[in-house]
């Protein structure tokens, strides 16, 4: 293959899995501004996506679209179920508290899927066949394609929706100020549900159109959790265009690290990353530093 | 006559701290079964890294999801210079240490600026990239399957070879831990963390250089994890990158929070409950990771002090005088 | 001996402080007094090294101290209480003021963890030393109780008491009669003679007039981030334009 193509392949690649990781990291925003909770167990809304959708099928042998619909209907119950009984309950809760809960949290829910799964890998079946496509010299999958489409969807979806319909606008306003949101007659903890239920929603669908590529098992949250988690820092929290720049920056970065340097170490090049952003510019790439009030 | 002896004992820090050490001296007296002495010894080395994550936890307040790593450092640095390079081991223990807590402390500036979530996702991500490191680099730590043929450590020509004698060897260790960490949240650096820990802005203005005494601790608290490593690695004499994961991190973190945050022997309990546990369910053995996300969530909703709180509780009432019979209030 | 000059300060759009100068003379008491948002406890916090400001110099004692960190302020004894009361919930009363020691005691980490016999001879001082202020302040008797359980006002008093162990040649005080009912700020303003007293000076922004007036001998009017004027008590009361920023025109 020549170089050119071989960028060409690192590229498309890598903004495949940074579609992902833009899409996970979105809850992690999400949640992040509704409540200033860091919520660790995203990830894995993000397995339990790929991992009911592949119970579905394989078990109980839903037809594709069903076992997909039961996935995110269950991850997204799972969310709210969270929410509702550890979340809620702690509001005087300290900043190491919630940590240390949703820590919890994510190990639970992790464990429960090797008690109910195992610890086996688990291979999803692509949406629509696996004919490559052929673009600038770059193998491409139709998976690829249905990655690029949803991401593009939810982020069309999420903008309408944080914009334009009066739940969303009330969820930026509890991310501002809660007080003032609850003074304004907002229903805070309703929304602080509603955050919970779209960011594990978005999670699971994240998880289900990558699983076909990257195969599935209990414990694929944790890392994917984690670079959603830095594509989000990246972009500075935002729902919305910045974390999109992040996923994929991280993404095109991880793939060319990977192709160029050393593929063992592709995961230690995100954590690299984060941790490069969070020591320099902790606000993200779009954000100016804020100044704390005492 | 037992309240007042209990509460005697109790309000004098040595004495508790001597007879402590003096019963986990004596234990393997008493037990000749060598499984329990080497889940014992084990509990020994899992204390040393609790404490060491509570110093930085407990104390000071930060929150550390990496520790594993530290922990592994310390492992294999002494492994490999003792293994490969035939270093004798307790030099190589002390390079060891050396080397974890300068990179800690040089680590440490930036890492601790940050707060909160940020400061426990950086903490996490630096964790697993050591663990990769370990996976990775293959030539120097034999990767995924591991590095074997690390001496055991010994005296002259006193090897410490079996449960017995390691066990002594590590609670050694532990013992002088404890009380050096004892000591310390007694004085004023553990006011000084603690108030870092309650108003980081208050504690400033009061004088303490919190940037500074925070990156200290987290050295500190980084070469007691080595330290314990390098004990893993002689007692062992065979590591693997398995054990200095994410998982084991998430142990530790789990065994500070339950035997409660802030209290020396309450990272004892910890650890000797998360370790025996296991042991005790060895038929739910895969249910732990269940148990551990349970506890977690619990211990912290409605036993946010640990079990150390209870069981101070406990004792309080116990070695309180009994109020009268029908009488209201206080004398 | 405090001396603040052309202070400017800057959140993104908004102006907190123009040019603001002011001095506080060794060993007075000096309000520093404005209607809200006129930027005084944003002042305090650039003076005392928790904000920086963009310009401006500030000098203690002819020493620029412009941009010092707050554990270097202490060390130069310069201290501060808070508007919202920062005490160390989780300590005790009498160990609070113990921290109020820090820079009055040097054991570092080995000697702490080694029980060095300097230490343990400084513990015991330091020990004895935060009792007394405790006794200074009258909440000797809550010694043990847990900071966080105290009422309002002797939290207030234990913020003073903490400050006062530190041994500060200058004590700032924010709205340190915020929350308190007029028999506490009573009792708040014979402490403040009582700190004067010892040879602190004392710089205090404050919005209960009435103690203001009582206690100050001096005082600075800021409004909407620059000085207004500057005087004596009774000065300031017949001040027309600070009256008119207070009520208001017309």
Known sequence: MQLSEQLAQYLLSGLSTGAIYALIGFGFAIIYNTTSIINFAQGEFVMLGGMISVYFLSVLKFPLPLAILAAISIATATGAIFERLAIRPLKQATHLNLIIITIGGSILIRGLAMLLWGKDTHAMPTFSGNEPLNLAGATILPQNLWIFGITLMIIIGNKLFFNYSITGKAMRACACNRTAASLVGIDVRRMVLFSFVISSALGSMAGIIIAPLTMTSYDVGIMLGLKGFCAAIIGGMSSGFGTVVGGLLLGILESFGAGLISSGYKDAIAFIILLLILFIRPQGLFKKAETERV | ?331 | MLRISGITQKFGGLVALNDVSLTFRRQDITGVIGPNGAGKTTLFNIVTGIYRQNLGTVHLDDKDISGFPPEKLAILGMVRTFQNVELFGQMTVLENVMVGLHTRSHSGILACAFKLPGHLKEERVVRERAMQWLDFVGIADLAQVEAANLPFGKGRLLEIARAMALEPRIILMDEPAAGLNSRETAELALFIRKVRESGITVALVEHDMELVMDVCDYIHVLNLGHKLAEGTPREIQENTEVISAYLGEG
């Open chain 2, 1 to 331: 006559m037992l309240n007042k002896l209990l509460g005697f004992i109790v309000k004098r820090e040595l004495l508790k701290f001597l007879i402590f050490a003096a019963i986990l001296l004596l234990i393997p007296f008493f037990f000749e079964g060598g499984y329990l002495l080497n889940i014992l010894l084990f509990v020994g080395i899992h204390t040393m890294l609790a404490i060491g994550l509570n110093l930085l936890l407990g104390f000071a307040g930060q929150i550390s999801l990496g520790h594993a790593a530290f922990f592994g450092l310390g492992a294999y640095l002494s492994g490999i210079l003792t293994a490969t390079y035939s270093i004798n081991p307790w030099l190589a223990m002390f390079m060891a240490a050396v080397v974890v807590g300068i990179m800690a402390f040089v680590i440490g500036f930036p890492i601790l600026k940050l707060k909160g979530h940020y400061l426990a996702m950086a903490t996490l991500g630096l964790g697993i990239i050591i663990y990769i490191a370990f996976n990775e680099a293959v030539d120097l730590t034999g990767g995924p399957s591991g590095l074997s043929g690390i001496p055991n450590l010994s005296l002259g020509h006193f090897i410490f070879d079996s449960d017995l004698k390691n066990y002594y060897l590590i609670w050694t260790f532990t013992l002088v831990t404890m009380l050096l960490s004892i000591n310390l949240a007694h004085s004023r650096i553990g006011r000084a963390l603690r108030a870092i820990h309650d108003s980081e802005v208050a504690a400033r203005v009061m004088g303490v250089n919190a940037r500074l005494l925070k990156v200290q601790i987290f050295s500190l608290s980084a070469v007691i994890s080595a330290i314990a490593g390098s004990l893993y690695a002689h007692t062992m004499t065979f590591i693997s990158p398995a054990s200095f994961g994410f998982n084991f991190s998430v142990e530790l973190l789990t065994m500070v929070v339950i035997g409660g945050l802030g209290s020396i022997y309450g990272s004892f309990l910890g650890a000797a409950l998360l370790t025996l546990l296991p042991e005790m369910l060895r038929a739910f053995q895969d249910y732990d990771i269940v148990i551990y996300g349970l506890l977690l969530i619990l211990m912290t909703m409605f036993m946010p002090g640990g079990l150390v709180r209870c069981f101070s509780a406990f004792v309080v009432a116990a070695i309180s005088p009994k109020k009268p019979e029908g009488g209201k209030g206080s004398a």
